[in-house]
């Protein structure tokens, strides 16, 4: 029978690509038998990115560590909304201490584990970028620079989302938030030095650190699996859309994070023991400006007068980007 | 085996024959020497099947004893002063969590002004955060009070911290007896907790709890205090039957036989208060004292028993509770609610300040002439106070306080008498 070409009209999703696979190199979210270690029914927003974010990445490391996994978390949106008492969406031992102590409490389970010779079991500490790169940071630090067995995983939605959209260090300049609204003469978030908390766990020469996005699963996975396979501290830090902090539609959600990597914004890239070992060169540039538009939380920049001299300070921070970790493509 | 042992070595081989699987400690005077003789165990193979984890702050020593003791290791740390404080909110989680964690605060004041030496006023912030405490006389009871405190947080699921006081007990070298590690053994079995992080058995450990059922949360932290009521004499008999030595309990009574006078207190003052009393026993006084050994939870009516005869209470204390008086008199008080008597306290040896026999006696005397305030302070130099005093009303800026009484003062070595 003459081959039949087929015309796939699906485009910008890696949906297709995932079924043409071969089936052990399909994503663990394609597999019927994915544990949902972070069940449905839980209480996030529609479009969530964290959710999806914490299922994908615990799935994975689920089926990497064959379902010997323990994780702890911070305080934060992905804490409140899995586990209204009495209800949890948690498929796995699973524990939350305070906002500050993820990385901390993930260190003596790791302990305990090692002490009772359980060390098939892996640890997994999880928090939102407050509890990551703010009031969790000196635990972190100090998980690092211990080389304790344990995976961190930060849920970058760029903002303290619990509690209503404050300002984080890891909020992007421009961004309007609860604490940096879109008035005065510098609407939004101030324009700081950064605080890139990938590069800063390099700096601990860690031997993993990774950087990946919900709109990347293939490459997510492949971060967590990587990250299991290693003993010691590993960090991945993760990019995930909040429609309700970003003031973007729940549909949209991996379109933003998409245009987020392809604008140079938030880089993909893996680290081994301080040096970058990949990044992911971009298939095609998208200019900031389509990434920023379909956020209400930029929305101050466009309109009738477009703030044309933010916007280009926007996007030099995503062509410098683009040139450090070497993201053009070939 | 008798030793002639620091108090901080004598504890960390107590701790150390308990046999605590997650250790892990930042430094802070006077808590180091028991953190450091722990470290070299566990180095040297003397304390085996152990970790032992140098964290960066409180917080963090504190936050990995709650994720080893969840994950169903023996967990313990130590810490005093600032550094309880820097890990409150870690103190009242872990409380929260019902994990049994053992926790030495080798007693210290609490700044500003920054001060290194003893006074109770640490372990007291902590008060309500829902931790079983103890506090030691002497540092064999220091040491005997970490077995039975390991022995009590598991059987009720619940922390306690064991308070020591710093320098007078930490630094102070005794003849301790080293219990024997068979006896130990035998005393404290191995931990097996009611809730633990299993791969087999999947839970969900810290889930928020909305107003629906906070309060019974709650309620059922008490509870567990309520039951140690019961628990802590039971512990200390089977210690005193098998070690054949008396420590712990709840209180413990000195020739309180017709004393019209009743001295109550905390910790290793206690030694001298009895010396005091035997010397005015000697003279005739009808005077007696009685320690708390449980300030939490506080035992009600053991202290009502003890005292409800007496003519006069004084409780000394300290640790100062600014605005109001004495925490240790709050729960005195309430245990004599109705009997007439109402407790005088005086608030003493506060940053390290001596509380000599000397004072002491002073002060006992004037309790029995009934010419003691609700609330006095014991040594207080009120001249040097009423300088200060005068400065502020003089100068708006009058400039740093701590400052100024010192420079009154003169020399600070002199004062230590
Ligand atoms: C010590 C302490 N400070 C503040 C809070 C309040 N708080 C709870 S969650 C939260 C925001 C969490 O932000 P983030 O870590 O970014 O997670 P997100 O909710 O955005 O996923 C804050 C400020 C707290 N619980 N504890
Ligand atoms: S506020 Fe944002 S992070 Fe929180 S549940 Fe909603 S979408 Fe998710
Ligand atoms: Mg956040």
Same mark, same amino acid.
């Given at each position: ?9 699906q485009?910008g999703?890696?949906?297709?690509? *995932? ?7 399909r994503?663990v979210?394609?597999n019927? !038998? ?7 029914g839980?209480r ?16 994975? #490391?689920?089926?990497?560590?064959? *379902? !010997? $996994?323990?994780?702890a *978390?911070?305080?934060?949106? $992905?804490e409140?909304f899995?586990t209204p008492?009495?209800?949890?969406? /948690? %498929?796995?031992p /699973? ?6 102590n ?10 305990a ?6 060390q098939?079991?892996?640890v997994?500490? %999880?928090g939102?970028d407050?509890?990551?790169?703010d009031?969790?940071f ?8 211990r080389?304790d ?5 930060c ?6 989302m619990n509690?209503?959209?404050? !300002?984080?260090?890891?909020?992007p300049? #421009?961004?309007?938030?609860a604490t940096?609204?879109a008035?005065?003469a510098?609407?939004? *978030?101030s324009?700081g030095?950064g605080?890139n908390?990938?590069?800063?766990a390099?700096a601990?020469?860690?031997?993993f650190?990774?950087t990946?996005s919900v709109?990347n ?5 492949a971060k967590?699996n ?10 991945i ?15 949209d959600?991996?379109?933003?994070a998409?245009?987020?990597?392809e ?7 893996e ?8 990044? $992911?060169r ?5 200019p900031?400006?389509a990434?920023?538009?379909l956020q !209400?939380?930029?929305?101050?920049l ?6 044309r001299d933010?916007?280009?300070?926007? %996007?030099?921070?995503?062509?410098r980007?683009?040139?450090?970790f ?5 | +085996?008798l030793?002639q ?5 004598a504890?960390?081989?107590?701790i150390a024959l308990?046999?605590?699987?997650v250790v892990?400690a930042?430094?802070i005077?006077?808590?180091?020497h028991?953190?450091?003789?722990l470290?070299?165990m566990?180095?040297t193979?003397e304390?085996?099947?152990?970790e032992?984890?140098?964290v ?7 936050s ?6 969840a ?22 989680n872990?409380?929260?969590?019902g994990?049994?964690?053992v926790?030495?605060i ?7 002004p ?9 372990? +007291?912030a902590?008060?309500d955060a829902?931790w079983?405490?103890l506090y ?9 009070l970490?077995?039975?405190a @390991?022995k009590?947080?598991e059987?009720?699921?619940c922390p306690?911290?064991v ?6 007990l930490t630094? =102070? ?6 219990p024997?590690?068979h006896?130990?053994?035998a005393f ?7 809730q633990?992080?299993?791969?087999n ?7 928020m709890?909305?107003?629906?059922? @906070?309060a019974?949360v ?6 567990k205090?309520?039951?140690a ?9 089977e ?5 054949k030595?008396?420590s712990?309990?709840l209180v413990?009574p000195y020739?309180l036989?017709?004393a019209e006078t009743?001295?109550? =207190?905390l910790?290793s003052?206690?030694?001298t208060i ?23 939870? @506080? ?6 028993? =003890?005292?409800?005869d ?9 640790s ?9 008199s ?10 007439g008597?109402?407790?005088?306290t005086?608030?003493?040896?506060l940053?390290?300040?001596a509380i000599?026999r000397?004072?002491l006696k002073?002060? @006992?005397?004037k309790?029995? +002439? ?7 302070f014991?040594?207080l130099?009120?001249d ?17 306080v701590?400052?100024n009484?010192?420079?009154s ?9």
């Amino acid at each position: 029978m003459p081959l039949q070409p087929i015309k796939f009209y699906q485009t910008g999703t890696f949906t297709v690509g *995932n079924r043409l696979l071969d089936e052990s190199q399909r994503t663990v979210q394609a597999n019927m !038998r994915r544990t949902n270690s972070l069940n449905s029914g839980h209480r996030a927003c529609q479009g969530c990115g964290e959710a999806l974010g914490a299922r994908y990445a615990l799935d994975a #490391a689920m089926q990497a560590t064959k *379902n !010997r $996994l323990i994780a702890a *978390n911070a305080t934060g949106c $992905l804490e409140v909304f899995s586990t209204p008492y009495p209800e949890t969406s /948690w %498929q796995i031992p /699973w524990m939350h201490s305070l906002f500050g102590n993820a990385a901390s409490v993930a260190t003596g389970i790791a302990a305990a584990l090692k002490v009772k010779g359980k060390q098939d079991v892996r640890v997994i500490a %999880q928090g939102g970028d407050g509890g990551t790169t703010d009031i969790g940071f000196a635990c972190l630090s100090g998980m690092f620079e211990r080389n304790d067995d344990v995976l961190y995983i930060c849920y970058d939605n760029e903002a303290y989302m619990n509690t209503g959209v404050q !300002r984080s260090s890891a909020t992007p300049p #421009a961004a309007r938030t609860a604490t940096t609204p879109a008035a005065g003469a510098h609407p939004g *978030n101030s324009f700081g030095t950064g605080k890139n908390v990938p590069l800063i766990a390099m700096a601990h020469r860690i031997p993993f650190v990774a950087t990946a996005s919900v709109a990347n699963l293939h490459d997510l996975e492949a971060k967590v699996n990587k990250a299991m396979t290693i003993h010691g501290a590993r960090y991945i830090h993760i990019h995930v859309p909040c429609p309700l902090g970003w003031g973007s539609h729940p549909s949209d959600t991996l379109k933003v994070a998409r245009l987020a990597v392809e604008s140079g914004l938030f880089p993909l890239f893996e680290a081994e023991h301080g040096e970058i070992t990949a990044s $992911l060169r971009l298939r095609k540039k998208a200019p900031v400006e389509a990434y920023l538009k379909l956020q !209400r939380r930029f929305s101050h920049l466009f309109g009738e007068k477009p703030d044309r001299d933010t916007i280009a300070m926007i %996007q030099a921070i995503a062509d410098r980007n683009i040139e450090k970790f070497g993201l053009e493509s070939p | +085996m008798l030793q002639q042992l620091e108090g901080s070595r004598a504890i960390a081989q107590g701790i150390a024959l308990c046999k605590p699987e997650v250790v892990c400690a930042y430094p802070i005077t006077p808590q180091t020497h028991i953190v450091e003789a722990l470290a070299e165990m566990v180095r040297t193979g003397e304390l085996a099947n152990c970790e032992f984890i140098n964290v960066e702050s409180e917080f963090a020593a504190l936050s990995v004893a709650i994720g080893a003791s969840a994950a169903g290791a023996r967990s313990y740390t130590a810490t005093a002063s600032q550094g309880l404080l820097y890990m409150c909110e870690a103190v009242y989680n872990a409380a929260g969590l019902g994990l049994p964690i053992v926790m030495t605060i080798g007693n210290r004041a609490i700044g500003a002004p920054i001060n290194i030496w003893n006074d109770h006023s640490d372990s +007291m912030a902590m008060r309500d955060a829902g931790w079983i405490q103890l506090y030691a006389e002497t540092n064999q009871e220091a040491l005997d009070l970490h077995i039975q405190a @390991f022995k009590l947080a598991e059987a009720l699921s619940c922390p306690v911290m064991v308070c020591v006081d710093g320098f007078i007990l930490t630094h =102070a070298y005794e003849r301790i007896e080293i219990p024997e590690a068979h006896d130990v053994d035998a005393f404290l079995p191995p931990y097996d907790p009611v809730q633990v992080l299993d791969c087999n058995d999947p839970v969900s450990i810290g889930a928020m709890v909305g107003p629906e059922a @906070f309060a019974e949360v709650k309620y059922l932290q008490h509870r567990k205090q309520l039951a140690a009521l019961e628990l802590i004499p039971e512990i200390a008999s089977e210690f005193s039957a098998r070690f054949k030595r008396d420590s712990g309990g709840l209180v413990k009574p000195y020739r309180l036989e017709g004393a019209e006078t009743i001295v109550v =207190a905390l910790g290793s003052m206690n030694g001298t208060i009895k010396d005091v009393i035997d010397e005015m026993r000697n003279e005739g006084h009808a005077i007696g004292s009685l320690a708390i050994v449980s300030f939490r939870p @506080f035992p009600l009516q053991a202290v009502r028993a =003890a005292l409800v005869d007496a003519k006069r209470i004084v409780i000394l204390e300290k640790s100062l509770s600014v605005g109001l008086g004495g925490p240790l008199s709050d729960g005195v008080r309430k245990s004599l609610s109705g009997t007439g008597l109402h407790g005088h306290t005086v608030i003493a040896g506060l940053g390290g300040r001596a509380i000599t026999r000397k004072s002491l006696k002073a002060l @006992f005397v004037k309790a029995e +002439m009934d010419e003691l305030e609700l609330l006095d302070f014991l040594d207080l130099d009120r001249d040097i106070v009423n300088v200060q005093l005068e400065r502020e009303k003089e100068t708006r800026r009058s400039g740093p306080v701590a400052e100024n009484v010192l420079k009154s003062i003169g020399t600070v070595a002199s004062r230590i008498a």
